[in-house]
């Protein structure tokens, strides 16, 4: 069964802008990824950060749309004394706090792909792929991949 991380940004993007071709685009990504997961042919994996990143989004429609998207979420990575290491040496490579954490949840449920649409994210991966122990990937270009 494959394995997918879904960060926030991914959750967020089917309420974001339409108007732009590309938003739109991994909007529609994102929700045939949803529908698989529905299906059961891929499993979810989140995250204690990705609860607490969702419950601190400012827009309230998109708060709850989250949430209860969340609710699909197969398995839930608690974040522990492995996570947290390994996120410190993830920030040190110039990840975000919440992006590090993200990514060392993602490793340590050994997810098959962590999928962003954060393109600082997706650029400083790409960059050291090699030191992550995950692919990291739009999502969109991972949908064109595995459809």
């Known amino acids: ?14 309420f974001d802008d339409q108007t732009q071709e590309r938003i739109r685009l991994e909007a529609e990504a994102v929700l ?11 499993d979810w994996v989140g995250s204690d950060v990705l609860t607490d990143e969702i419950e601190q989004t400012p827009d309230t ?11 699909f979420i197969d398995e839930n990575v608690e974040i522990g004394e492995k996570e947290i290491k390994r996120a410190a040496e ?11 954490l993200h990514l060392a949840s993602a490793e ?17 991966a790409k960059r050291i792929s090699k030191r992550l122990k995950i692919r990291v990937m739009n999502p969109l270009a991972w949908v064109e991949e595995m459809i």
């Open 108 to 124: 340590s449920a050994n997810a098959d792909v962590f999928l962003s649409t954060d393109d600082r994210l997706l650029k400083l």
């Open 90 to 100: 993830l920030q040190k490579a110039g990840f975000q706090i919440f992006d590090a």
């Open 1 to 14: 069964m494959t394995k997918i991380y879904l960060d926030t940004c991914c959750l967020n993007r089917p």
């Open 32 to 42: 045939a990824i949803l529908s698989r997961i529905e299906k059961g042919d891929w």
């Open 61 to 71: 429609q998109k708060l709850s749309r989250s949430k209860l998207l969340s609710g």
